[in-house]
């Protein structure tokens, strides 16, 4: 979930890599994004390093480059600059944004889907086809349980809540 915080700043960011990136293969700079959010989230010597305030920011970049000297040049720039703007903070959530904005060029639409239970991959895949169908575009579905709903299901695509969940219906029965 995106901090409301970090929010904003993390659009801003996002839509500028996402403007350098889009045309090359945003899979690749996704994957070096998630290295280093790995690495500051299970490093915690990294991590205590990363955000000491101490630590100047040329010796944060010097590790950084060291680190991931295998990575585009364009990401190491773009974590370069978060350094300098004090944002690196904000990654995870410039993350998220990137994914959403890679996701509507490539047309696909990231569902969230809420269930009661667990359910086996034959079903996901079904409830995924069937997405597919209606909205007539790919779909890339978000598993979420949540035993509250008590059965059926809750769709969230983008800013539309589709609650088919028996916790709904009950509630609305209460009401007539």
Do not use: W
């Amino acid at each position: 979930m995106i901090d409301l915080k970090a929010q904003r700043p993390a659009r801003r960011y996002a839509e500028g890599f996402f403007k350098i990136i889009q045309n090359k293969d945003t899979e690749k700079f996704l994957n070096e994004i998630d290295l280093i959010l790995e690495q500051i989230e299970k490093n915690s010597e990294f991590n205590s390093f990363i955000f000491h305030p101490i630590v100047s920011k040329e010796d944060k970049k010097s590790v950084i480059h060291e680190i991931f000297s295998s990575f585009d040049e364009n990401t190491l720039n773009f974590i370069f600059l978060l350094l300098d703007e004090n944002r690196l903070d904000c990654l995870d959530e410039i993350k998220d944004v990137l994914v959403s904005k890679i996701n509507e060029q490539n047309c696909v639409k990231q569902v969230s889907i809420t269930l009661a239970s667990d359910i086996d991959d034959n079903m996901k895949n079904l409830i995924k086809e069937r997405l597919e169908t209606k909205l007539q575009s790919k779909v890339l579905p978000v598993f979420h349980k949540d035993e509250e709903i008590l059965g059926g299901m809750i769709l969230r695509i983008k800013d539309t809540l589709i609650d088919l969940s028996i916790k709904n219906k009950i509630e609305n029965l209460k009401r007539i």
